[in-house]
């Protein structure tokens, strides 16, 4: 069983910087590729960021392109997402999640292909 904790989150102003981290433990996912999801007040969970298991496939929604960078340290069994310039409206809890089923090792956009889930972590971008 793996366990997937974020850390990481917090208040921020508009234009600034964040780094999470997601400490995965209960197994490697060194073959496994990950991502994460972010979930606003009154919003479905949305897709943020994929990596594939060894980091040479990356995938972005339109709305952070450029702006966030996941990687992942496969020594640390750790996942990072890099958000800088953060808008107001990238306030959400963020997921980190990883792929156990499927095509495990490739990079995916939908909820549904993501099967271990962390508890998320909350960033707040306010003025």
């Known amino acids: 069983q793996v366990q997937l904790v974020e850390s990481g989150g917090g208040l921020v102003q508009p234009g600034g910087s964040l780094r999470l981290s997601c400490a995965a433990s209960?197994?490697?996912?060194?073959?496994?590729?990950m991502g994460w999801f972010r979930q606003a007040p009154g919003k479905e969970r949305e897709f943020v960021s994929s990596?594939?298991?060894?980091?040479?496939?990356?995938v972005y929604a339109d709305s952070v392109k450029g702006r966030f960078t996941i990687s992942r340290d496969h020594a640390k069994n750790t996942l990072y997402l890099q958000m800088n310039s953060l808008l107001l409206e990238d306030t959400a809890v963020y997921y980190c999640?990883?792929?156990?089923?499927?095509?495990?090792?490739?990079?995916?956009?939908?909820?549904?292909?993501?099967?271990?889930w962390g508890q998320g972590t909350q960033v707040t971008v306010s003025s």
């Open positions: 999640t990883a792929r156990l089923g499927g095509d495990w090792y490739n990079t995916a956009t939908s909820p549904a292909d993501f099967q271990a």
């Open positions: 209960g197994r490697t996912l060194s073959t496994n590729a």
């Open positions: 990596i594939s298991w060894n980091g040479g496939s990356t």
